[in-house]
C-alpha cells in the first residue's frame, strides 16, 4: 500500500482536488460557520427597528473588481437588507471602476433592485476623488462634490435627493474598502457628527476594524470572505461567499485527507521492515 501510494502520479491529487472544488460551485454545501458577533451587530444595524423606512445610507463601493470576492458578497447582502427596510442608497466610490462594481451589484442583488426605482430608492454618485478632504467636504455639501449623479442629472432632480446635502441627512455610512476610505469617513462623519458607521471589508482589515468595532466607533464589520458568507447566512440566501467558504473547507479536508494516507502509508511500511 505504501507502494503504491507513494508512487501515483500527483497529477491524480490535482485532479481529485479540481473535482471536489466544483462540487460547491455546482451546489453549495452549507457547511455550517459560525457568526462572528461583530457580522451580526452590522446585519442587526441595518435591520429591524435600526432602519426606518425613508431613511438614508450612504455605501461606499471602496474596492476595485481585484477584491469583488473578498467585498462584494457583503455589501450585496446589507444593499438588500436596507432596500427590504424601505431605506433610501446613496452609492459612490474611489476606484475609477466603481461603475463595474455598481452594475454587478445591481445583478447581484438583481430582484431587490427590479423592485426599487433609481432616484427614488437608491441612486450612483458614481466616482470621487480627492481622498479625506473630499469626504470632509461630503459632510458639509455633498452638491459641491456631486452636483449631479453618474448620468449627469443634477442632484435637485433627483427625488431621493432634493432634502439630502449633509451628514445631519444622512441616516449611516457603510464603508467597503481594501484601505483608507472606511477610515475617512470614520474621522470625517463618525468621530466629529456620531453618525453611524460600519466596515465591510477585506480580511486584512480585521486587524484595524475589529478594534474600532470594540471601541463603538463602529456598529458593526464584516471581515473579507469569510464575513460575506456569514452576511449570507444570516439574510438566508446563500452566494458566492458561503461558495467560497465551501470550497476552502473542502480543500482543507482533503489535505487532511491525504496526511492521514500519508502517514498510514509510512506505518504499513515501517511494519513491514521491522
Known amino acids: ?13 490535482y485532479w481529485i482536488l479540481f473535482i471536489a472544488l466544483m462540487v460547491p460551485f455546482l451546489n453549495p454545501i452549507g457547511f455550517p460557520i459560525k457568526i462572528a458577533e461583530n457580522t451580526r451587530d452590522l446585519y442587526e444595524g441595518i435591520t429591524g427597528d435600526s432602519v426606518e423606512p425613508g431613511d438614508v445610507w450612504i455605501i461606499n463601493l471602496g474596492y476595485g ?70 469626504i470632509a467636504q461630503l459632510a458639509s455639501n455633498m452638491r459641491s462634490v456631486y452636483p449631479t449623479d453618474h448620468f449627469a442629472t443634477p442632484l ?55 478594534p474600532r468595532w470594540l471601541a463603538g466607533n463602529y456598529f458593526g464589520m464584516s471581515v473579507g470572505s469569510r464575513g460575506g458568507a456569514e452576511l449570507e447566512m444570516l439574510i438566508g440566501e446563500p452566494g458566492d461567499a458561503i461558495i467560497a467558504m465551501d470550497s476552502i473547507s473542502v480543500s482543507h479536508l482533503l489535505i487532511v485527507i491525504a496526511v492521514i494516507l500519508a502517514n498510514v502509508g509510512l506505518l504499513l511500511e515501517r511494519g513491514r521492515g521491522s
Open 156 to 210: 435637485d432632480n433627483i427625488p431621493m435627493m432634493q432634502d439630502v446635502n449633509t451628514w445631519h441627512d444622512v441616516s449611516g455610512v457603510l464603508s467597503s474598502d481594501t484601505g483608507d476610505w472606511g477610515g475617512y469617513f470614520l474621522t470625517q462623519w463618525q468621530e466629529p457628527y456620531g453618525v453611524p458607521m460600519a466596515q465591510i471589508g477585506i480580511a486584512m482589515l480585521g486587524s484595524t476594524g475589529i
Open 1 to 13: 500500500m505504501s507502494f503504491s501510494l507513494a508512487n501515483i502520479d500527483r497529477r491524480v491529487f
Open 65 to 134: 473588481v481585484s477584491a469583488w470576492s473578498e467585498c462584494h458578497p457583503g455589501v450585496t447582502v446589507c444593499a438588500k437588507a436596507l432596500l427590504r427596510e424601505g431605506a433610501h442608497i446613496i452609492l459612490m466610490g474611489p476606484h475609477t471602476d466603481v461603475e463595474l462594481t455598481y452594475y454587478h451589484l445591481l445583478d447581484t442583488a438583481k430582484e431587490d433592485f427590479e423592485a426599487a426605482t433609481y432616484g427614488e430608492d437608491y441612486v450612483f454618485l458614481g466616482y470621487i476623488t480627492g481622498g479625506e478632504s473630499a
